[in-house]
Every structure is written in C-alpha cells, then in structure tokens.
C-alpha cells in the first residue's frame, strides 16, 4: 500500500475544513470566489476517494493512527477506510460536487455560504471514516453547526426558525449519543471501534453491572441517532429544515447529512456492538425493526397528504430511512446489503428529486403540487427527470429504489419477520399514491391561471429569477440516469462488502 493512501482518510477530512476558511479570506477582496474555491476542492475530493476507494478494493482496509498513538489503550485517534466507509465518502463528494452545478446559478452565491459547505463536506468525510466513537460525536456537532447555518441562510423567518428547531433537537440527539459513549467508557475502558468489538462480546459473555451499562449505552446511542435520522416521532426537525433551507442547500442536505447519520447508526450497531450482542439482547432488535417499521408507514402515509413538494419529500425521507433502520434490525447480511444499498440509492434520489425541486421553483414558480400543472409541456426535461426519480423513489425495477428494497425484503424473510415484507409493500404503495400526484399533475393536468403560475420563478437565495442553467438541468437530468443504473448494481454491492460482511457476521 502506498504512502499516500495511508495519508488519504486524514486529507480527506482536514483539507476542506483547512480550505473553509479560504472563501471568507479571499472575500475580503474579492466577491463570490467561493464557489470556484468550492468547486476545486470538491473536484479533488472525489478524485482522492476514488484513489482511496480503489486501494481499499486492492489492498483492504486502510487505517491511519493519527500520531502514531493510543493504539494499545484503545482510546487513540484512528480513522478508517473499507468497503463500507468508501461507499459513503464517494457519497458525499460526489454529491457535493454535483450539486454545486446547481447553485452556481440557483444560489446561495455568498462566500460565508461556501465556508460553510466546505465545513460540511470535512465534518460528513470525517463521520464517514472515524474510528473513533467519541470523535464520531465531534464530527457530529461539525456536521450539525455547518448545517444549522446553512438552513439559516434562507430568506424570511421560516428558515431561522426551522435552523432553531433542528439545532435544538440536533443537540438533543448528539448529546444522547454522548451519554452513550460515556457509558461506553465506562463498561470497556476504550473508544476505539475496534477495540469495543472485541470487548463487548466479552463482557455480554460474563454479565454483570456492565452488561447493564452496555445496554444503556445502545439504548442512549440509539435514541440519539433516531433523532439525527429522523425516525418518528422524533422527525419533526426534517419536513420544515428541508422546506424552508435555501433550494441550493436542500439537496446536500437531504441526501447526505441524515444519510450518513444512518450510516454511523449502522457502523456502530454492527462493528461495535456486533451481532451476537444485538441479537443476545431481549427485545433489541424487536424494538430496533419496530421504530423502523413505524417510521416506514408513518413517514410515507404523512407524504401523501401534503401539498408542498419539498415538505412531501421529506416525509418521504422519513419513510426511507425508516426502512433502513429496520433492515439494521433485522440483522441478516443480505438485509445489511440492502441497507447500504438503499443508502447509497435514496441519497442519489433525494438530492435528485429536490434538485428537480429547486429548478422548477426558479424556472417556472411551481412549489406546490397543484402548481406542477401542466409541467410536463412547459419543462418537459426537468418534468422527466423528476419522473424518473419518482420511479426510482416508489421501487419499480430497474431502479436504485426497487434493488434496495428487494434485498430488505429478502432480508426478512431470512430472519422470518414476514410482517416486514409487508410493512414495505404498503410503504411501496403509499409512495406510489403521493408520486402517482405528482405525476398526474406534470403530465396530465392542464395549466390553468389558478393551478400553474406559468411565469418564471423568483430566486429567493441568491440566484437569479427565472435563470435555469445548462448545468442546473444538466445534473438533475445525470442524477436521474445514476438512480435507475444503481438498479443493475446489486450484485456488485454484494461482491464489493463481501469482507466487511463477511468480518462482521461470521
């Protein structure tokens, strides 16, 4: 292994929160040089992923111990790079690249904006990568700051009050987690991942008091990610954040803050606690599928009766990761698949779908459903791509939705939860009630002066009126190819995680 792939994961972390500070520095003199800034340090974050994703795929594992120290107490700074943490890190600076052809014309446009995004960008990589527990939690409140802002950054009252909500519910959900990880510390001696791998199963082994803290601290760790991943009831921060953020900073976070917040939920659930502890653990895993399976219908039946396409979307979202939590429940390998599989794919389709969004909103004015009237004939690119991504989003084959869904249903059959298979197919048809409007309204309802405003849109966060650029076009309609390719991908996810999986349940 080369020299630097050992030194990637900790680039990858500490350049765009170092370049952060750029777009402010060079705003002094200069206006709107963030986006070039941001631009250039997201282009070579997903080139560097892809070097480290492809050593990862040659080599194993990659793992840098910052300073070279801690490793025999356990409670030393490492950062990690495998099969699953490189799905995620391609993720997020892919994403984070795509959506900047967005808001180089839809906005934000301030430099301050850009500093926060780059923030963003370090504090999801390093998420992705810690191996860590308690580093996880500062990454979180990295995370959680810059997006805080970022929601905030929205004109009108609506977007600081939504930022309030969710940083008073975020604080709630990572100080949760780090009452977790004191416990944690308190049953093992150790934070890092690895070493509590091979501690819990010993102490789950000998019981006693810590086992009851051990419990606690799944207990503590586990409420406060459902709030991070908004699982009902503790959703309530999700449908006003992503309806009232700026439509240039509704994509990134959508498909990336509560996405690799299931991602860390799933990292700990399986290489900290590990199966044998989950599954030892009465009414664990019961209680895990049942929070998920009630999001699941929850989310989705709270969807269809909206009317703002945004706040629906993010009900759905709601339903989704709700889906995923419970394929973490399950505990089979091919239900983990599935996860990660519909993590990957619900990203690429959420940031889609609220791209889609954001164009729509700015060249043609239509917010609502009923303002999608006839859109079909007035936009007929962005009103097929955000079709396609519908398609995707309600499951049907091939799509990144249907693949996902198809590996978590399989899942609980394997571990004879039939009732979840059909917790999904009801999901599958509620999303199919609230797209099947959407669809009705672009393609087969007349525009009319009460139901479309027809005139372009007014960019409300810092874009221009009415200007929809090649490229805003360009990657919603790229964005809606990726989610029905990801469609033909199952096999491959299933051969790429095959040493993660194979490490964690044999």
Do not use: C
Not at 216 to 230: E, P, Q, R, S, T
Not at 398 to 420: C, N, R
């Amino acid at each position: 292994m080369s020299r630097l792939a050992e030194l990637l994961p900790a680039l990858l972390i500490a350049a765009p929160i170092l370049l952060a500070t750029v777009p402010i520095a060079l705003g002094l003199r200069f206006d709107r040089t963030g986006w070039s800034v941001a631009a250039i340090t997201t282009t070579a974050l997903f080139a560097a992923t892809a070097y480290l994703a492809a050593a990862v795929y040659e080599t194993g594992r990659v793992v840098h111990v910052l300073g070279g120290w801690g490793e025999p107490q356990g409670i030393g700074i490492e950062l990690v790079a495998d099969e699953f943490s490189v799905l995620i890190a391609l993720l997020v600076t892919v994403t984070a690249a795509a959506v900047l052809a967005y808001t180089r014309t839809g906005g934000p446009r301030g430099n301050t904006f850009y500093t926060g995004y780059l923030l963003l960008v370090g504090g999801l990589l390093g998420l992705s990568m810690t191996g860590d527990v308690f580093n996880m939690f500062v990454f979180l409140e990295i995370v959680g700051l810059a997006t805080y802002a970022m929601i905030a950054s929205g004109d009108g009252p609506e977007s600081a009050v939504a930022a309030l909500k969710y940083l008073i519910l975020g604080t709630l959900g990572a100080s949760m987690y780090l009452i977790g990880v004191g416990f944690l510390f308190m049953a093992t001696g150790a934070l890092n991942m690895e070493v509590l791998g091979e501690v819990i199963p010993q102490i789950a082994d000998n019981g006693g008091s810590d086992l009851t803290l051990l419990r606690a601290a799944f207990a503590f760790i586990f409420v406060g990610f459902a709030l991070k991943v908004a699982q009902w009831p503790l959703h309530s921060w999700q449908p006003d954040a992503y309806q009232h953020a700026p439509d240039g900073v509704t994509p990134v976070i959508a498909a990336l803050v509560s996405t690799v917040s299931a991602y860390a939920l799933g990292r700990i659930m399986y290489n900290v606690f590990g199966p044998e502890f989950l599954t030892a653990t009465p009414y664990l895993t019961e209680i895990v599928v049942t929070v998920g399976a009630v999001s699941v219908l929850a989310g989705s039946t709270l969807a269809v009766i909206q009317r703002d396409v945004k706040r629906m979307f993010a009900y759905s979202s709601v339903s989704q990761f709700g889906l995923i939590v419970v394929a973490y429940g399950l505990v089979t390998q091919t239900a983990f698949v599935g996860a990660v599989i519909h993590l990957i794919g619900h990203g690429v389709i959420k940031a889609g779908l609220f791209i889609g969004a954001g164009v729509v909103a700015v060249g043609y004015g239509a917010r609502t459903v009923d303002e999608y009237a006839g859109l079909a004939s007035n936009r007929p690119f962005a009103a097929g791509s955000i079709a396609l991504l519908l398609i995707a989003l309600i499951g049907i084959p091939p799509s990144a939705g249907f693949i996902g869904k198809w590996y978590i249903a399989v899942g609980a059959v394997e571990a004879e939860l039939w009732p979840i298979a059909i917790v999904i197919f009801l999901s599958t048809m509620l999303t199919l009630a609230y797209s099947a409007r959407l669809l009705e309204k672009m393609y087969f309802t007349p525009a009319t002066g009460v139901d479309s405003p027809h005139p372009a849109g007014v960019a409300t966060d810092g874009g221009r009126a009415g200007a929809v650029s090649i490229g805003m076009l360009g990657i919603l309609i790229a964005t809606a190819i990726v989610a029905i390719g990801l469609g033909f991908t199952g096999g491959a996810f299933f051969e790429w995680l095959e040493p993660f999986t194979s490490e964690v349940f044999n």
